[in-house]
């Protein structure tokens, strides 16, 4: 029997990191960022059996173009994806110092003197990847967990599972321009995610959602 597997993806820190590998003269285009996640998930744990894929990502506020292309994407690996289950966490929008009139705003553009101020976070992904994992873990519903991040915040759970179950493998997979030194020390193995496997895991431009509507790339990533 091939041994099971299931797939962690940190959304953020992937799509930053695809974000760091386009333009110029670099190897990818915009069109990296309408990945099929579950597609991604087959081609690096390769002959293995795919039990899951859990996608982690927060719903971006504060500019309405961000928010419908992300919205367009999680829709797509939705209905596109069979096997995965998308765990959102949240995402907000820091009070802060205005750089122009030194007001306190949450805002991104500045209500008294309009100044674009954007120190948006991230809460709860990392808890929620954490924590299905070691819920997994626990259930004995995998044999290798792959997890696709950078982020060092997930090297305690990594250690919790392989002290807890140590006939159990945890592999790290980097997005492009993300590394750390912590996780690649944790993991039982590690690797990057080249270009020619993000290339060869990307969604049609058309997705058709069970009503039959279609949805379709964001025009700034068709390129």
Same mark, same amino acid.
């Given at each position: 029997?091939?041994?099971?597997?299931?797939?962690?993806?940190?959304?953020?820190?992937?799509?930053?990191?695809?974000?760091?590998?386009?333009?110029?003269?670099?190897?990818?285009?915009?069109?990296?960022?309408?990945?099929?996640?579950?597609?991604?998930?087959?081609?690096?744990?390769?002959?293995?059996?795919?039990?899951?894929?859990?996608?982690?990502?927060?719903?971006?506020?504060?500019?309405?173009?961000?928010?419908?292309?992300?919205?367009?994407?999680?829709?797509?690996?939705?209905?596109?994806?069979?096997?995965?289950?998308?765990?959102?966490?949240?995402?907000?929008?820091?009070?802060?110092?205005?750089?122009?009139?030194?007001?306190?705003?949450?805002?991104?553009?500045?209500?008294?003197?309009?100044?674009?101020?954007?120190?948006?976070?991230?809460?709860?992904?990392?808890?929620?990847?954490? #924590?299905?994992? @070691? $819920? &997994?873990?626990?259930?004995?519903? *995998?044999?290798?967990?792959?997890? +696709?991040?950078?982020? =060092?915040? /997930?090297?305690?759970?990594?250690?919790?599972?392989?002290?807890?179950?140590?006939?159990?493998?945890?592999?790290?997979?980097?997005?492009?321009?993300?590394? #750390?030194?912590? @996780? $690649? &020390?944790?993991?039982?193995?590690? *690797?990057?995610?080249?270009?020619? +496997?993000?290339?060869? =895991?990307? /969604?049609?431009?058309?997705?058709?959602?069970?009503?039959?509507?279609?949805?379709?790339?964001?025009?700034?990533?068709?390129?």
């Amino acid at each position: 029997m091939p041994e099971r597997a299931i797939v962690y993806v940190d959304g953020f820190n992937l799509y930053f990191g695809l974000r760091g590998s386009t333009g110029g003269n670099k190897k990818q285009t915009k069109r990296c960022y309408w990945l099929d996640i579950q597609k991604l998930a087959e081609n690096i744990i390769q002959k293995r059996e795919l039990v899951a894929v859990k996608y982690f990502t927060a719903r971006i506020k504060g500019d309405p173009r961000k928010e419908s292309r992300q919205n367009a994407f999680l829709d797509a690996i939705r209905f596109h994806c069979g096997k995965l289950r998308i765990f959102e966490g949240r995402y907000l929008l820091r009070e802060i110092f205005c750089r122009g009139c030194h007001g306190i705003s949450n805002k991104i553009v500045c209500p008294k003197c309009q100044t674009i101020n954007y120190l948006p976070e991230e809460k709860k992904s990392d808890v929620n990847v954490a #924590s299905q994992m @070691l $819920k &997994d873990a626990y259930e004995n519903l *995998f044999d290798v967990a792959y997890l +696709i991040s950078g982020d =060092s915040d /997930l090297v305690p759970p990594i250690e919790i599972v392989r002290a807890m179950t140590p006939s159990k493998r945890v592999v790290v997979f980097f997005p492009p321009n993300r590394f #750390s030194r912590e @996780l $690649k &020390d944790i993991a039982n193995s590690h *690797f990057f995610l080249k270009p020619a +496997i993000i290339n060869n =895991s990307l /969604l049609p431009r058309e997705v058709q959602r069970h009503d039959g509507k279609k949805i379709i790339i964001p025009s700034e990533w068709d390129v």
